[in-house]
Structures are given as structure tokens and as C-alpha cells.
């Protein structure tokens, strides 16, 4: 099947500092999906990308669908607290010009983000 | 703001017993998905739902698994015969007519 490659695995930064992640495939994707994860609790969506090149920001967080379609980057800026987590970035392929449908995502292994005081 | 509710919270399993676990989509949404994750591993997609069928499968979702959309609301994932393997966190995911899927708080699934 499909695999993600994420990186780094973990990161261990101050607060306030820039975070910068990403993930690779050797296949391509029509759709590259960030999710938070925090323990115990399920993934929440932070932001969905659907054009190759296309830059998306959600207050502190912008991500980039790569333009080979394999590859996507999460920064944040100015890390806070709360930002500690898991990443996970997630890529669907649904028949090229088709948004949305039933297809699963593929899930990458996870960059742990851990903030030092 | 709608979100994806999922009960039990915590299942615990006897070996070879069934296990129903449930979930309620976002409520306008069309498709629906399990996932699982084992304890320290990435999530893994189990199976996607539309238009009371199932529309696409992994290999993981063999014959012991089924799905269910009883109703208007709820969502279900069978486990005929669990397996000490099928100890995991169960997630439902649900989305409208993009690939913006939303998740659930999930399931614990312990097989003893």
C-alpha cells in the first residue's frame, strides 16, 4: 500500500519558536490533510489542501500541497503551550478532478511536538 | 460546533467474544469511516461507507468485521470474534462531500 514519510519524529523546541515538518510519498496525492493529535483524544483537522502548490493558513499554522503532489509541509509559528501534540499528515488519492468520495486516508507515522518551558 | 460522538469510551473484551461499537456522524454529513490505532502507531484506515454501502476496504477489514448504519443516526463496526491483535483505539470519522474527514473522540478496544 501507500506509505507517508514523516519527519522529524519528534522535535523538542522552546516555546515561541518557529516548528517546520513534513511528509513525503513515493506515490502521489490529489489531497494532503493535517490533523493534531492530542492523548487519548482523536484527530482534529487543522488543515486540508487540495491543489498542488497551494499555501493554506490557519492562524499560526500554514501548510503547502508540494507541486510533484508528494509531498506537503506544516509550519508553526510562534509555538505556545498548547501547540504540544502529535502531527499527523494524512493523503487521499481519489480519481484526479473528483473532490471527495469514499476513499480512506493514508496516515503518516506522526512528528511528536514537545515545547520546553 | 457538530461533532462525531462515539460510545463505549472503553470496551473490554473476553478473546472470541463480539464487540458492537458505535458512533453518531456530524449529522448533514454523507460518508462515514472506521479507523483503528495501535497504542504507538499511526492510524490505519479500516473501511469508508455511502449511500448504505460499503464503498472501500483495507486488508485489515476481513470477514470478522461489518458495518452497520441502522438508522438515521448512528454508525456501527461489528467484531465477530475479537482477537488479542484487534486491541486498539477505534476511530469514526464522518464528512460531508469533501475529503475533510472529521473524527470522533474514538473507542478503546482491550482484548484480554
Known amino acids: 500500500g501507500q506509505q507517508l514519510n514523516q519527519s522529524p519524529q519528534s522535535m523538542f523546541i522552546q516555546e515561541g519558536e518557529d516548528v517546520s515538518m513534513n511528509c513525503t510519498s513515493s506515490s502521489i496525492f490529489n489531497t494532503w490533510l493535517w490533523y493534531k493529535q492530542d492523548p487519548g483524544e482523536g484527530p482534529v483537522l487543522l488543515i486540508a489542501?487540495?491543489?498542488?502548490?497551494e499555501l493554506t493558513s490557519n492562524g499560526r499554522l500554514t501548510a503547502q500541497f508540494g507541486i510533484t503532489r508528494k509531498d506537503s509541509f506544516l509550519n508553526i509559528s510562534a509555538s505556545i503551550p498548547s501547540d504540544v501534540g502529535i502531527y499527523f499528515c494524512?493523503?487521499?488519492?481519489?480519481?484526479?478532478?473528483?473532490?471527495?468520495?469514499?476513499?480512506?486516508?493514508?496516515f503518516g507515522k506522526g512528528t511528536h511536538l514537545i515545547i520546553q518551558p | 460546533e457538530p461533532e462525531v460522538t462515539q460510545t463505549p469510551s472503553h470496551q473490554v473484551t473476553q478473546m472470541g467474544q463480539e464487540v458492537i461499537l458505535r458512533c453518531v456522524p456530524i449529522s448533514n454529513h454523507l460518508y462515514f469511516y472506521w479507523y483503528r490505532q495501535i497504542l504507538g502507531q499511526k492510524v490505519e484506515f479500516l473501511v469508508s461507507f455511502y449511500n448504505n454501502e460499503i464503498s472501500e476496504k483495507s486488508e485489515i477489514f476481513d470477514d470478522q468485521f461489518s458495518v452497520e448504519r441502522p438508522d438515521g443516526s448512528n454508525f456501527t463496526l461489528k467484531i465477530r470474534s475479537t482477537k488479542l491483535e484487534d486491541s486498539a483505539m477505534y476511530f469514526c470519522?464522518?464528512?460531508?462531500?469533501?475529503?475533510?474527514?472529521?473524527f470522533g473522540p474514538g473507542t478503546r478496544l482491550t482484548v484480554l
Open positions: 470519522a464522518s464528512s460531508p462531500v469533501g475529503n475533510e474527514q472529521f
Open positions: 494524512a493523503g487521499s488519492d481519489p480519481p484526479f478532478g473528483v473532490r471527495g468520495g469514499a476513499d480512506g486516508l493514508t
Open positions: 489542501l487540495y491543489k498542488a502548490g
